[in-house]
Structure formats: structure tokens, C-alpha cells
């Protein structure tokens, strides 16, 4: 019997399982893949919205309760980060309007590894088959094991913490778009919604079909492998211009880029051209992202990778673009030399890049690559998970990439949430 049982070893899971553990109690970890640590292992920066103004100012849609927690428990996230012996860079600034710090992730799954190994237990290559479900209440799970037998795990307190559902086509079809079925996965490859189908048996509630997705802007035609999965994206968008087949801008590129990639998918084929100039390319292509990230060529990595890449000399150029690149070209030629004279932005839109007024363009075809999903369970402030009706089902939590109800259309931050309702999880197993 435990205090804490958790499905899922990455941030949220281990997070969760560590305070448990701190906390006096005992946890078990069920991690569906050979290693710890899910999609966390890929980032590197523990970050949020600075005050609750700026959080509602951009994710105006999200749940009040789980936005006000995930500011206002920040800062007791970044210490537990360094009490488990990780040091947490100086504070940044993040995608304009957030705020965090750079630190080792696998140094801090390691350390929560060493944590619950003092009272716990992790097993790996496993995953629960079913719930167990006790007139309402949740006492464990059933637990399938590598080498195909099961295990019956009885706990105070069960977390999903599977890391959401981006590694199945059908549910990314379902929950997030059509189109989404063939995205790449910029992810680990087993978060494949286990937590979503456990929870959906238990009678939770799912938050929002189009509350979209976080991810980011890949180059079309390369082969996305997990060592690329920072190196190759896209993250200058905010300061290029994104067509879609048309010739059209069909979004304000401005605004951030995660958001420029939820608004590729809903495109015909969900491709586009993404162009920039000669101050883009020393500014941004082959600067850092985020004050202290490393900077590399990124042009010069997707064309090494055989990505349909090109450098025009003009605006002009476009107009005389291959027809079996499938574009506009004269429709773009004729916006990029508007947004090289400066003009203002046009009709329903709120803000323009700069100028594009440096010669020559660097152009890019993105597509967009998921990373998790905003749709998933439904859980109050304490990380409870809330049934159709709006109570609590007794037992239950949820943390991460599974949950849904924070974010709708926005983001502010992966890691920060993860850390935050995984603690907030592993306190609800200790009252229990």
C-alpha cells in the first residue's frame, strides 16, 4: 500500500512522487518507457507569466483557479528545484512577456530519482491497464508489467501523469485537428494518452477539443529526431512573415511563436513559407532564442538536412517562384515589398514584423510539430480530478501534460505547471 501511486515518469510524475517522499510518505512510479523523465528531458527552462495581470492578459481563456495556483506557486517551485541540489540559472525573460530560469532537467529527474528510491518505488517499462475503482473512489491501479504480467498497486492517492496523448494519430485527430493525425511529434513517443482513456473510465471530466496545442514551427522535409528537437526549430517566426499556399498572411506573426504554429495546422496542408531578412538572419536565425540558450545557424542546419530552403535576392524573386513549390509566389511578392516599405499592417490585423527591408530573404517551408496538447482531464486548484459534474473523484489526480483547463489557444510555460500541480498533487496524497 501506498500513499502515492504515480503513472508517468517525467517531471510532473517524479515531481509528485519526491515531495511524497519529503513529505514522509510512500510513492510508486509506473513509467510506460525504458528511461525517466517523458518530454521534460528536451526542455530547459522553468518559466510562467510574472503576475497574475500578464497571465490573464494572455491566456485569457484558461481557468482562473489553476492560473492564479500557477503564479502564485511559482517561486516555491524554483526553490524545490534547487533543494533537490539543481542550480537554477538568473531570472530571463521568456517569449516576451514571461519570466524563468535555465536548469538541467535530467540533473533534476535524477535527483527526485534519488529522493523516492528512499521510500519508493519506480518500475519502468510498465503502464496501469485499469483503475482500480471502489464505489467512486480510486484505491490504485492494475499495472501491466514488461514482461507481460500484472500487478495489483493499492494507494491512498493515484496521478496521472502520463504526459499527455501527442504520440497518438487518432486522439490528435480527435482532440486537436484533423490535419493533426500526421504532424510530427516533437515529444517523447510514450505519452500515447493513457492518463486521458484511465480518467475518461473513471467519469472525468475533459477540458476543451480546441484548446490547441504547445509545439513550434519545423522545417518541411526533415526527419525530426529527438536530438534536433531544439536545434531545428523555428523559433523566429515573431520576427518573419508566414504564407500559406495562397500567398496569405493568415496570422499576426507577432504575437508568439507557438501560437503561429497552432494557426499553420488549421492552413491546407498545414504548410507555409516562412521569410525573413538579412537582419532576421543575424538576429534571429542565428541567434539564441532565450537569453543563455546556445545559438547556431538554423538555416543552415535545415538546408543541410534537406529541408526546401532558399535565398531570394529580392522581393521580386518571389513572383517567379517554382509552380511546384505550390505557392502564390506574385501574391507574396507583392506583400513582402509592402512590409519593405514599411507600411502598416493591414485590415484585421493588430501588428506587423518590422520592416523587411534588408535584402536578401531567407525562406524557410514550415509545417507545425507537436509537442503536448492543451485538451485533458479536468482537475481543480489541488490538482483533483473533477468528474463530469464538477466534484472531486476521491483518489484521483492529475498533473502535467494531462491535464486540460489551463491553457486555451495560449501558453505560459511547460515546466512550471508540471512542478507546480505535481506538488500540489503529492500534498492531496499526504492529507488523504
Not at 29 to 53: C, F, M, N, R
Not at 125 to 140: H, I, K, M, P, Q
Request: glycine share 14%; net charge negative.
Amino acid at each position: 500500500m501506498f500513499d502515492l501511486l504515480v503513472l508517468g515518469g517525467g517531471i510532473a510524475g517524479m515531481t509528485a512522487a519526491a515531495t511524497t517522499v519529503r513529505g514522509g510518505g510512500s510513492a510508486m512510479v509506473v513509467e510506460k518507457g525504458p528511461l525517466l523523465g517523458g518530454s521534460g528531458q528536451y526542455a530547459g527552462y522553468i518559466w510562467t507569466a510574472p503576475d497574475h495581470d500578464v497571465m490573464d492578459r494572455v491566456n485569457p481563456g484558461g481557468d482562473l483557479g489553476l492560473k492564479r495556483a500557477l503564479v502564485d506557486d511559482f517561486d516555491d517551485a524554483v526553490q524545490w528545484i534547487g533543494s533537490l541540489g539543481v542550480s537554477c540559472g538568473k531570472r530571463v525573460p521568456v517569449i516576451g512577456y514571461g519570466r524563468g530560469h535555465r536548469f538541467d532537467t535530467a540533473h533534476y529527474v535524477d535527483g527526485c530519482r534519488h529522493v523516492v528510491r528512499e521510500n519508493g518505488v519506480i518500475v519502468t517499462e510498465a503502464s496501469a491497464r485499469r483503475l482500480l475503482l471502489d464505489d467512486g473512489v480510486v484505491r490504485g491501479a492494475e499495472i501491466g508489467l514488461a514482461d507481460g504480467s500484472a500487478r495489483t498497486v493499492e494507494a491512498t492517492a493515484t496521478l496521472l501523469a502520463t504526459g499527455g496523448f501527442q504520440a497518438d494519430p487518432e486522439l490528435r485527430a480527435r482532440y486537436l485537428h484533423e490535419q493533426a493525425r500526421d504532424v510530427e511529434l516533437r515529444s517523447n513517443p510514450f505519452s500515447s494518452g493513457d492518463g486521458l482513456r484511465l480518467a475518461i473510465e473513471a467519469g472525468a471530466a475533459i477540458g476543451s477539443e480546441g484548446a490547441g496545442f504547445y509545439g513550434h514551427l519545423i522545417p518541411s522535409g526533415v526527419a525530426l529526431e529527438p536530438e534536433l528537437f531544439v536545434d531545428i526549430t523555428l523559433y523566429y517566426s515573431e520576427h518573419a512573415a508566414l504564407f500559406n499556399l495562397a500567398g496569405e498572411r493568415f496570422v499576426d506573426e507577432t504575437a508568439a511563436d507557438h501560437l503561429t504554429a497552432m494557426a499553420l495546422l488549421d492552413q491546407p496542408e498545414a504548410r507555409g513559407l516562412l521569410v525573413t531578412d538579412a537582419r532576421g538572419y543575424r538576429e534571429w536565425i542565428t541567434g539564441a532564442y532565450v537569453e543563455g540558450a546556445d545559438s547556431l545557424d538554423k538555416f543552415a542546419l535545415a538546408r543541410s538536412r534537406g529541408a526546401r530552403c532558399v535565398v531570394a535576392d529580392s522581393a521580386s524573386d518571389f513572383a517567379e517562384m517554382p509552380a511546384e513549390w505550390g505557392y502564390d509566389g506574385p501574391k507574396i511578392a507583392e506583400e513582402l515589398g509592402r512590409l519593405a516599405r514599411g507600411e502598416s499592417a493591414g485590415p484585421g490585423r493588430e501588428s506587423d514584423p518590422r520592416a523587411l527591408d534588408e535584402p536578401p530573404y531567407y525562406v524557410v517551408e514550415a509545417r507545425p510539430a507537436v509537442t503536448f496538447p492543451f485538451t485533458g482531464v479536468r482537475i481543480d486548484p489541488r490538482a483533483r480530478v473533477l468528474s463530469s459534474s464538477g466534484a472531486p473523484i476521491p483518489g484521483l489526480f492529475a498533473a502535467g501534460a494531462d491535464i486540460g483547463g489551463l491553457y486555451e489557444r495560449a501558453y505560459a510555460g511547460g515546466l512550471a505547471p508540471a512542478i507546480v500541480f505535481g506538488r500540489r498533487a503529492a500534498a492531496g496524497s499526504l492529507v488523504n
